[in-house]
């Protein structure tokens, strides 16, 4: 599976482009997603080393010259010093050039960022001494060390060789941010055995078609998704739902591209090829996500805003102070020490401090299982109060089971299923499901033709066979079309499915599905954790008494449509409740949409994806407990690194101005302000990395 890639900013995941750049926003370097798995080792990162080797090595140069050059006769000295600017020069120009292309777009756009502060605090050094060589005269005694005007090429070579370092360390370690969505990407592999009449070829993943018979061996990786037509096996799908356990697979099943066939040879049925597949869906649905921002991040914008003009403010005054109080040669010091703010102050630390999180928690959620739609979603998570829970295909299996045919009137048993089935074919709900298993046990093979097919969420579904309206669904359901319901209604614990031909009650089906097998420990966990839990049903009283006091639920409400359910989620919603709704993705996409969090079940659907804010790939309830646990610890993690970005900026950049001078004659020097300034990004991707090892 090949992707275009595209380049997007940490900083302003909004920034999309389609080849690679810097930030028009904060000038940082656009980071590559949905790179083809071969580029790993970004072209970014590369060309920035080799601009840091060639820097280095001129920067060792100009060291080297002003050592000497101080130690030489008048006119060698001058030679020495002409050289430190021709050389100083190069490196700001050619390797360092992308710092003051970006400096200038930043003022010439007036987007004030990193690279405004960096380009001001290293031309003004380098100007500085280019005058002091070139025209020495213009500038005051109070500019001047022992009768001369002091040169600073080293350290505007020095600075300009420690921003590229910092480039480079902070592209390496981002890099790094990339790695759960990367090894999806990686996960798909690129020959498959198509399979033409008694022949195999071995083709190009990209070449396979809907339709085609593909051949997968032990050991290896299934290329699209499919439906088993041959052989049975187990697979391991843990990098689509994060399960560990290998699934079983049988004729009819379904397998997803990127999975693993671990024991037998199985031959399946091209259906979703390229990105129409599960993965590709997966891998789409992450690289948006990435690309939102979490409420959080908005005050950090609105205080980054201010950030930059409070530093030159700082700068400015730093000059002004030094200047009125300082020891001599006072100016010089004040230009030194404004130098060191302007250098030292990070706005990236900042900027970075919440994207970078977010983005590694949201490639950890996928490759557990948990897919993360949106940034906003970790912050809900954490205030969570209340928990609304889906029966069937949630807190149950989602695998029912038709336990009872009770005909009416003349027809018999395969005459209900038959009628049944040939409307449910068109369905996709559990239920349906049920239906046609059991039709299918029953060796039912041909079904009668189905016209104007209507759905009617939690409700029914009805349609034509034949000449005559045939009505399946709730008692309720049939009641409102005017079917009378002769029977009595029932108290028996199992679902109950009505059937109705030309609008006369012709029979019911009894159908049972089991818990889940961890729904009571999920639900004692989230008890625990101070979430109340609520159970809403369209199933009948019976039934939902009975699933609640198996799941160890208090609170439930049973006979209740979609809309009935939205009404009692605003309700909890108005009593300033935090409200996620678990639902099987299908049929509870507008209770999903209506709560604080919506969370589908995967069920492998399109749908299972596009509904809800987080969807659980592989069904489990256990995923909302990891999706709340990843939550808080990815909070945690941006919380620490906007201690740090503020940490820093707020203790260096006095330190910088020279505060501690007067006590302790301590002072920071531009070429260790530019230093400290390299690293503060890096140890915020450092620390946002960190939760890479979550398990």
Known sequence: MKYQPEYYCPMHPEIIRPTPGACPICGMDLEPRLMDEGSIETKQYKNMVKKLLLSAILTVLVIVINFLGIRLTKNLEQLANWTQLILTFFIMAFPGGFVFKRGWDSLKHWQLNMFSLLSLGIAAAFIFSALGLMIPNIFPES??????????????????????????????????????????????????????????????????????????????????????????????????????????????????????????????????????????????????????????????????????????????????????????????????????????????????????????????????????????????????TTVVLDKTGTLTKGKPEVLKIIPTNHLSQESIIEIATALESNSEHPIAKAILKKAKDMGIKTLPPVKDFKAIRGEGIEGIIGNDPVLIGRRQFLEQKGVQLFDEVDSAAATIVYIAKNKQYVGKLYIQDGLRDNAKTVVENLKKNNITVIMLTGDREEVAHHIAAEANIDRYIAQVNPIQKIGYIKELQSEG????????????????????IGIAMGTGTDLAIESGEITLMNGDLNGILKAISLSGKTLKNIYQNLFLAFAYNVICIPLAAGVLYPLLKLSLSPMIAALAMSLSSVSVIINSLRLLKLK
């Open 577 to 596: 409740k935090i409200v996620a709704v678990v639902g099987d993705g299908i049929n509870d996409g507008p209770s999903l949409a209506q709560a604080n």
């Open 143 to 384: 500019m001047r060390i022992h009768g001369s005007v002091p040169l600073y090429f080293e350290t505007a070579a020095v600075i300009t060789t420690l921003v590229i370092l910092g480039q480079a360390l902070e592209l390496r370690a981002r890099s790094g941010t990339q790695n759960a969505l990367k090894s999806l990407i990686k996960g798909t592999p690129k020959k498959a055995r198509l399979l033409i009449d008694d022949r195999e070829e071995e083709v190009d993943v990209e070449t396979i078609l809907p339709g085609n018979n593909i051949k997968v061996l032990p050991g290896e990786k299934i290329p699209v998704d499919g439906t088993i037509l041959s052989g049975a096996t187990h697979i391991d799908e843990s990098m689509i739902t994060g399960e560990s356990t290998p699934a079983s697979k049988k004729i009819a099943d379904r397998v997803f591209a990127g999975t693993l066939n671990q024991e037998s040879v199985i031959v399946f049925k091209a259906e979703k090829v390229g990105q129409t597949t599960l993965l590709a869906q997966i891998i789409e649905s992450v690289a948006k996500a990435q690309a939102t921002k979490a409420p959080i991040q908005r005050i950090v914008d609105k205080v980054s805003a201010y950030f930059i003009p409070i530093v030159i403010g700082v700068a400015i005054l730093t000059i002004f102070i030094w200047s009125a109080i300082g020891p001599e040669p006072k100016l010089l010091n004040g230009l030194l020490h404004a130098m060191s703010v302007l250098l030292i102050a990070c706005p990236c630390a900042l900027g970075l401090a919440t994207p970078i999180a977010v983005m590694v928690g949201i490639g950890i959620g996928a490759r557990n299982g948990i897919l993360i739609k949106t940034a906003e979603a970790f912050e809900k998570l954490k205030g969570l």
